[in-house]
């Protein structure tokens, strides 16, 4: 089993900025791909971006583009989503996903709890 915790949700302004943490604990794999998505209110849950551990290559929906950059921690199994220029759209709450094939658009096997983040406008 895998455990994904979220954190660094919150309030914030438009324009401004906030970072999410995930952090990883359990079973390891191989490769591996680790992701954000997004659900916002009455709407279905969608890819934000991900990262393919093993290469460090990293994907982006059109919608954060140039504004949001996915990181990670090795010795700290932890993935990061440094959300910048912030907008009221981003509004959501986030989930951390793992993919066990290091897929980009896999399947995302294991979610962490989620995590609010609101951009006032």
């Known amino acids: 089993q895998v455990q994904l915790v979220e954190s660094g949700g919150g309030l914030v302004q438009a324009g401004g900025s906030l970072r999410l943490s995930c952090a990883a604990s359990g079973r390891t794999f191989n490769s591996y791909s680790m992701a954000w998505f997004r659900q916002a209110p009455g709407k279905e849950r969608k890819f934000v971006a991900t990262m393919q551990w093993s290469s460090g290559s990293t994907y982006y929906a059109d919608s954060v583009k140039g504004r949001f950059t996915i990181s990670r921690d090795n010795a700290k199994n932890t993935v990061y989503l440094q959300m910048n220029s912030l907008k009221p759209e981003d509004t959501a709450v986030y989930y951390c996903?793992?993919?066990?094939?290091?897929?980009?658009?896999?399947?995302?096997?294991?979610w962490g709890q989620g995590t609010q983040v609101t951009v006032s406008s």
């Open positions: 996903a793992l993919d066990v094939q290091g897929l980009v658009y896999g399947s995302y096997e294991y």
